[in-house]
């Protein structure tokens, strides 16, 4: 069975995770909110393939926005979030089968933002020549989400789900526009 | 995210589906939906050890 050891993400993640009782890993940031770190079951390319959706959220999202409001520099400036993040990640691309996506969240718009920061997070930490970074985007009224899926180039479906993701890729554009309103 | 649309490829479904769960997922954090209710909605994490 597929695993993430807390050990070994406690031991470089600079926020010291805990396990979640609800799921995946919760950590209290400088800021004085907590985060949870989950990757969850997903089958968005499919059902052959091990794919978790990465999810970073905080537990309050009333609780961020009051925080964000009042301590703006220093909640973009944690730097500590992001080495956090990258410490569940390589722990989870320890197996080679292993598949992560995402979708930024777009609850307060800054989408944009996150895709950006979430492809230089990829650039400045993986070694192009072993994983594989998969992006798309989907304009749902007038809102553009950003979609992504990293593997190992060594996944024994490597193929498989790059050809499922370009399917996915071409097959949800056809839908666009969407005819949306956004429930989330 | 929700879709008004009435046509829709299959991979606008899933993804709908991957926002439900993240959707319920983030109700869960914020104290509104429980374990046992996201055991029953088949929201399945991967697995973490000590």
Known sequence: MTELSL???????PYRLRISELGGFDFDIDAGLTYNIALIEDYTF???FETFMLNVLPH????YNRIKRDR???????????QTVMAVLEEAMRHQNIIIDYVCMSEDEKQDFRARLFLRWFRDYADDSKYRLLTTSLKVGDVTNYLGAFLRRDNDLYDAFCAAFDKFDKD???DEPWDVHVSV | MNTNANKQSNAAMALEKAMEVRRVWMQALSGK???KELDAK???F???AE
């Open chain 1, 7 to 13: 050990s070994a993400i406690n031991a470089t993640a």
């Open chain 1, 46 to 48: 499919g059902e052959g």
């Open chain 1, 60 to 63: 309050s999202m009333e609780e």
């Open chain 1, 72 to 82: 703006s520099v220093k909640m973009r400036r944690d730097d500590k979030i992001r």
């Open chain 1, 172 to 174: 949800i554009h056809k």
């Open chain 2, 33 to 35: 939906i429980s374990k």
């Open chain 2, 42 to 44: 088949g929201i399945r």
């Open chain 2, 46 to 48: 991967m697995a973490v």
